[in-house]
Every structure is written in C-alpha cells, then in structure tokens.
C-alpha cells in the first residue's frame, strides 16, 4: 500500500505524517498539494492522508474551505471507489464537511483549546485502522483542537452504534467512558468513526504524533500496522464502553 499526504494552506502535521509513513513505516508516500486535480498514479489499493492543522485558518467553520478545495474532488473519487480515506484532526473535520462522514466537529465544550495526552477505548476492531489494537488495551495519544468535540444526531448516532462505526471512544485510564474522560464534550464520548463502507476514517487524537518509542509511547504504531495489514480478514468483536 502506498500513501497520499494531502498539503492544505494551514497543514502542520503533514511533515509529521510524511516521517511516520515513509521513516518508520517504510512506505512510499506521495506529498498531493491541495490545488491537485489528480492524485499523482495513486489507485483504490492506496490510502489518502488528510493530515492536522488549521487549514484556510479555520474560517467559517473548521474543514469548511478545505472541503471545496481541487484535490478533495479526486479524493471523493477515490473514497467512492472503495480507497482508503484517513482524517486526522482537521483531516477529520474535513471529511465530515465533504460528506464522507457523518456527524460535524463544533467548539470543544468550555471553549478552549485543547492540547494534552488522552485515553483511548478501541470500540471495534473490524477496521482497517484498529485490527492491530490488542482487545482491552487502552491507548494513548495526544489531542491539539479547538473544534473537536464531535456533534450527531439522536438517529445519526443510533445508526453509528448499529453499523459497528464507532472506532474510538475517550475514556479513562481504566479504560472506562466518564463525564471526566470526555476531554471535548463529543457525543457519545467518540473519538473516531468510519463510514458504512469501512473504508473512510476519521478521528481527532494524532496517532502519527505518538508512533516511535523516542516520544515515550509508540501506541499511534499500532494504527498504522493495522493499515498497512488491512488485507488480511480483522476481527469484528465490538467493546462498546
């Protein structure tokens, strides 16, 4: 599997993802700028990358420029046709402002910024980005957002839950869902979703931010081995919180 990073005006994380997937990772990665029209040879056997940042300043709404910019017309292709789409931060608010995934990011609750470490519950393993996630284990990695807090519907969430999801809920070292754990307010305590297809993800925390050793805990890895492993059949357990 090869990897696209796509570069808006106001990414600061695609450096970063460019480290973890080329460096660490040992993969071939494709820097797509955003005025893009084509994603550069890169097929539905690859993945596309839309890394944090603030991109066009996070005017009107978090990811709602972003969303109409040339490239993120090829990325939809790409999505539709069954390739793996992977939001990080505001690469997760763009996703939702593009329609290729339910829900919005708002304000955090007490309207703040946010920058610290977080727990993590994995709801279901049956993802291309959690099949690698030993069962039970909470994880670890940082948050840095302002709107993350993730907002749906009554149905919309009821249709979440039915559809397996839900990847990732905030929780406690105990790994248990609290009023304390929801660092952000998000509905549901959710952290990260993927669409009906399971094909599209999308989650606030920066798991390229914590995938080396170096950086004291290499929990972020794990996503990414589950990635470039998604062939292989996944467990589809869920361990709703």
């Known amino acids: 599997m090869k990897f696209g990073v796509v570069v808006f005006p106001g990414s600061n994380c695609d450096h970063d993802m460019e480290h973890v997937l080329g460096t ?6 494709t820097m797509l700028w955003h005025k893009d029209t084509s994603l550069h040879g890169l097929t539905t056997e690859d993945c596309i990358v839309l890394p944090g ?4 300043g996070d005017y009107l709404r978090a990811g709602a420029l972003a969303r109409f910019s040339p490239v993120m017309k090829s990325v939809i292709r790409h999505a539709e046709g069954g390739g793996y789409v992977f939001g990080i931060c505001n690469g997760f608010q763009i996703l939702c402002e ?12 007490g309207q703040k910024f946010i920058s610290k470490m977080v727990n993590l519950w994995t709801v279901t393993h049956d993802t291309a980005i959690s099949s690698r ?6 994880i670890n990695m940082p948050i840095a957002h302002a709107d993350g807090r993730y907002v749906i519907s009554p149905e919309g969430l009821d249709s979440l839950f039915e559809n397996n999801q839900v990847i990732f809920q905030y929780c406690n070292a105990e790994g248990d869902c609290t009023p304390e754990s929801n660092i952000n307010g998000s509905t549901d305590h959710i952290a990260g979703i993927c669409n009906a297809g399971r ?3 999308g989650m606030m925390p920066h798991p390229e931010r914590m995938a080396e050793y170096d950086l004291g805990c290499n929990d972020g890895k794990l996503l990414f081995d589950s990635l470039l492993e998604s062939r292989v059949e996944v467990d589809a357990t869920v361990l709703v919180k």
């Open 24 to 29: 660490v990772m040992g993969a071939e990665v």
């Open 133 to 138: 996630i030993p069962h039970g284990k909470v």
């Open 199 to 201: 094909n599209v993800f």
């Open 98 to 109: 593009a329609g290729l995934l339910p829900g919005v990011l708002m304000r955090n609750a």
């Open 53 to 56: 940042g603030f991109s066009y």
